[in-house]
């Protein structure tokens, strides 16, 4: 009995405890709930609905659909709320989120509201359906509204004017005998109301804090009995989109009609002045309020709906027959006018063209002309296929675009048509405008057929008719080009310095090993080790004893009476050894005793080396190699000057540099993109390039226009932090099938700064330069400039020049090798040659590689450029000196978008930061 008692007892626990659960599990349920503001509504006059959705971590965006013969508007943002409660010390948040909805019934009868269906963590709840009736609002002859416009028939896009009159039957209490004011009853318009087509003008009017006035009138009622009524008028312009009757079924307005005043209960309510856009009191701003002393209000009302009447007015659409081809649905009276810049240009260059359309139509509809359907313009110009987007100024809109020139020879930019449809002479007009006069010069067309992309070695060019040299660029397609590289190491150009003199040292030593290892460790100690190393490769008794009859020889000045007793100890065991049985099993004992006698002497004797000195080398070798030395050290500073001014990335003149050209900069060079969308940016690029390539032959313009947008994907990359020779390279070969000589030997040189031995930068910045007619070696120092030796660069680069110093370098230190293992000095002439060679080099590295490692550069990019003395446009030009494009200038200091520089010759000035490339 006992034990079905526990079983009953735990039982009745575990039940107790899952019911809890359950019930906890139940109160944190999610919940999703509707309903109404109302059950019975009037027809025009809206209702709420709300739907609360209660303790869901997560849930959909839930939507209401459509139900005939009603209006549904969302109220805005839903509201979010938040409720903790604590029961016998369990706290509990509860977390509800409401949407609600305005119903407007358009008719009377009964409707339903279907149930919503929400996505409430990952399943579906659905809310039950909700029925209510809309009657209609007997408003007697307490408000009317009619809409009216000028025209009676017009065409679809012509302006109609439109006039909203409404007419309201001021309210009069009999009981404190007081009318309220048109001030008054115009604050008792409802914000269900909406305007419809009148919407803009209303919001314009409360922007400007004001509202219609009112005038008091006498108008008919419904039995033909004149009454005063308060006439309020709002006007508004539309352009009709469609044809057919003008319809206002969207007007819906909304009074609170007033059925009772009495006391406020707030004895200071009429001090206040409520207006009409700050609250919902029904006396104004104006200081008429005729409660202000009685303290009275509107202490019950009820919304009434206008019945809105329009008169007829037919919208036709505009006639099909006689339609231009150009038109584009303008409807009214237009002018065109156009404007060109730059006017003189070369084949294939953009220019910027700008229309501006100006008439008395809906600007914001007028569309641009369509120019890439116009042959008088496509004939000699490339069109962008894109629709403009234009700009709206009072009665004007303005269009930009950019067209380019095919080819040379073209006189004019012909005139731009613009059809619209006249509605007043019920015809389709063509306007046009005037002509623009530019010139169009024959385009440089650069190509590079003596530099590919592999590394041949040579710089030399190629003319193939005409003076124009002929070449061909080949971009890299590989996305190893958008892995920005790490600053290119100065290993290659330390080994190659430091590799000779090693080999030699080396091979020196190794063959006066014996000599040095005598010098450096003691003559005596050597014979000690070569006694020791022959007891330890002895095979017989006999010969261990040869070796310690030589050893006592040698050190029998030195040696003891203890240590010669041991001695002859030993020389007699090895005897007994050689002569008695088993002497193997005796040898290993015996070259143990010997080997500790030695080492015993060992540490015994003095420590110097009795006056042994290293190997002569002469004079003349160690003087040659002093210079080879002092020679090697000299080179390395230059060169690793070079290399490390041209390809660290964390230098001091870079970050320089950097501070100069993000100065000038209006936006960060970086941007974030992922791998992918640089990855297509990339392709695009590259195939915008070929394309621009397979038509550069037959269409200039054309092919520009590829080049320009490869240009800008390159440049969108770069700007992203790629810093990759590859993509340097590229956008070089891209600014140089432009024309843009200067911003391509600006990325060649950026290219180069990465990788100084990438060979198509280097062989492409060569061939910028040389199609160039104007000097543009790299800023040297006024010693360098001095001696003229800047001008070596003008033939051969700073780059040639220091892989031909390491030869000669190599050379050199081969003569001196050969010279050390052959006793003799070879070939002192070519030695003397190669040294000259070598200090020539190494001044012209250190003159025209320092001032360039040491100050920030950069690239004239324009062909037109102006120094001024000070920075600004309204300093005066610095006439007596030239800046011509792709020259390299000093870079001293920027002062917002101008920048000061410094050519080879001293003189400095001030350049438009738009007109350099910073290195």
């Known amino acids: 009995m006992s034990q079905k008692m526990n079983l009953r007892t735990i039982s009745q626990a575990l039940l107790a405890a899952a019911t809890i659960a359950v019930c906890s599990a139940a109160a944190q349920a999610a919940d999703v709930r509707a309903e109404l503001s109302a059950r019975e509504a009037y027809v025009g006059a809206p209702i709420s609905l709300y739907l609360k959705i209660s303790d869901a971590p997560s849930h959909g965006e839930p939507s209401l659909p459509e139900v005939d013969g009603l209006a549904i508007r969302s109220s805005g943002t839903p509201s979010r709320s938040t409720q903790t409660t604590i029961v016998n010390g369990r706290r509990s948040d509860h977390v509800s989120t409401t949407y609600s909805w305005q119903i407007t019934p358009r008719r009377e009868g009964t409707f339903v509201i279907p149930p919503i269906q929400v996505d409430v963590d990952g399943q579906w709840q659905s809310t039950r359906p909700i029925r209510f009736v809309a009657t209609k609002n007997e408003t007697g002859d307490l408000l009317f509204a009619e809409v009216t416009g000028q025209q009676k028939e017009i065409y679809v896009g012509q302006p109609l004017s439109l006039t909203l009159n409404l007419w309201v039957k001021p309210y009069h209490d009999a009981q404190y005998d007081i009318t309220l004011s048109e001030e008054n009853m115009w604050q008792l318009i409802s914000e269900a109301t909406n305007w419809g087509a009148f919407t803009e003008r209303m919001n314009e009017l409360a922007e400007n804090r004001q509202r219609p006035g009112g005038d008091e009138v006498l108008r008919e009622d419904s039995l033909g009995e004149e009454h005063a009524y308060y006439h309020y008028q709002v006007e508004t312009l539309i352009y009709p989109t469609r044809p057919g009757k003008i319809t206002v079924d969207d007007l819906n307005i909304v009074v609170d009609y007033p059925t009772q005043l009495g006391k406020s209960r707030d004895p200071f309510a009429s001090m206040f002045d409520n207006d009409y856009f700050g609250g919902r009191s029904p006396f104004g701003t104006m200081g008429h309020s005729p409660f202000r002393r009685s303290s009275l209000a509107i202490t019950d009302s009820r919304p009434i709906v206008a019945e809105v009447t329009i008169d007829s007015i037919d919208v036709k659409p505009v006639p099909t027959a006689g339609r231009p081809a150009d038109y584009r649905g303008t409807v009214g009276q237009y002018q065109i006018v156009t404007q060109a810049s730059p006017t003189t240009v070369k084949a294939g260059d953009p220019i910027t063209l700008h229309i501006g359309i100006r008439g008395d139509g809906p600007m914001e509809l007028v569309q641009a002309p369509p120019l890439e359907t116009l042959p008088q313009l496509t004939a000699d110009f490339k069109v962008t296929k894109e629709p403009l987007a234009g700009i709206v100024q009072d009665d004007t809109k303005l269009f930009t675009t950019t067209i380019r020139p095919r080819r040379a020879g073209i006189t004019h930019i012909p005139a731009i048509p613009l059809s619209y449809f006249d509605p007043k002479a019920e015809t389709f007009v063509t306007v046009e405008s005037k002509p623009i006069a530019i010139e169009v010069t024959e385009a440089e067309r650069l190509q590079l057929d003596a530099i590919v992309s592999s590394v041949d070695g040579d ?269 340097y390279t590229n956008l070089g070969n891209v600014q140089l099938q432009l024309g843009s000589r200067g911003k391509a030997i600006a990325n060649y040189e950026r290219s180069l700064a990465v990788d100084a031995f990438h060979a198509q930068a280097r062989n492409n910045l060569v061939v910028a330069r040389k199609s160039l007619s104007t000097d543009t070696h790299d800023a040297t120092t006024s010693l360098g400039s001095l001696f003229g030796l800047g001008s070596v660069e003008r033939f051969v680069s700073t780059y040639t020049i220091a892989i031909l110093l390491v030869a000669a370098w190599a050379i050199a230190w081969m003569a001196v090798l050969s010279s050390l293992l052959l006793n003799r000095l070879h070939s002192g002439l070519a030695s003397f040659s190669l040294c000259c060679l070598l200090l020539a080099g190494l001044v012209v590295i250190y003159f025209s590689g320092f001032e360039r490692s040491s100050v920030p550069r950069a690239i004239v990019a324009t062909d037109k450029v102006i120094l001024r003395e000070a920075p600004g446009n309204e300093f005066p030009e610095i006439a007596s000196t030239t800046v011509v494009e792709g020259e390299s200038l000093r870079v001293l200091r920027a002062d917002g978008p101008w920048i000061r520089i410094e050519k080879n010759d001293g003189t400095s000035g001030w350049i438009a930061g738009t007109n350099l490339e910073i290195l």
């Open 459 to 727: 710089n030399s060019l190629s003319a193939k008719g005409g003076s124009q040299p002929v070449f061909d660029l080949t971009n890299y397609t590989g996305n190893d080009a958008i892995v920005s590289a790490g600053h290119n190491s100065n290993l290659p150009w330390i080994v190659a310095v430091v590799l000779p003199p090693t080999i030699v040292c080396i091979s020196w030593a190794a063959r006066n090993r014996k000599s040095i290892s005598q010098w450096f460790f003691g003559e005596d100690r050597e014979s000690f080790r070569a006694a020791r190393r022959s007891i330890e490769t002895a095979s017989s008794p006999s010969a261990i004893a040869a070796v310690l009859n030589r050893f006592a020889s040698s050190e029998s000045d030195n040696i003891t009476q203890s240590e010669d007793l041991e001695l002859r100890q030993l020389l007699n065991d090895c005897d007994h050894a050689s002569y008695g049985g088993s002497p193997d099993q005796q040898l290993s004992t015996l070259k143990s005793q010997a080997i500790a006698i030695i080492d015993q002497r060992s540490k015994m004797a003095p420590k110097h080396n009795n006056g042994t000195q290293i190997p002569k080398i002469g004079r003349r070798r160690m003087t040659a190699m002093a210079c080879w030395t002092f020679a090697g050290i000299a080179l390395m500073v230059p060169v690793a000057m070079y290399s490390m001014g041209k390809v660290d990335k964390t230098g001091k003149q870079e970050s320089a540099s950097r501070q100069i050209e993000l100065s000038n900069s209006k936006s960060s060079p970086l941007n974030s993109l992922s791998k992918s969308q640089m990855e297509i940016i990339f392709d695009e690029a590259n195939r915008a390039y070929l394309d621009g390539k397979k038509v550069s032959a037959t269409d200039t313009a054309v092919a520009k226009e590829c080049f320009s947008r490869a240009a800008t994907k390159y440049d969108q990359l770069i700007q992203a932090g790629i810093c990759n020779a590859n993509l």
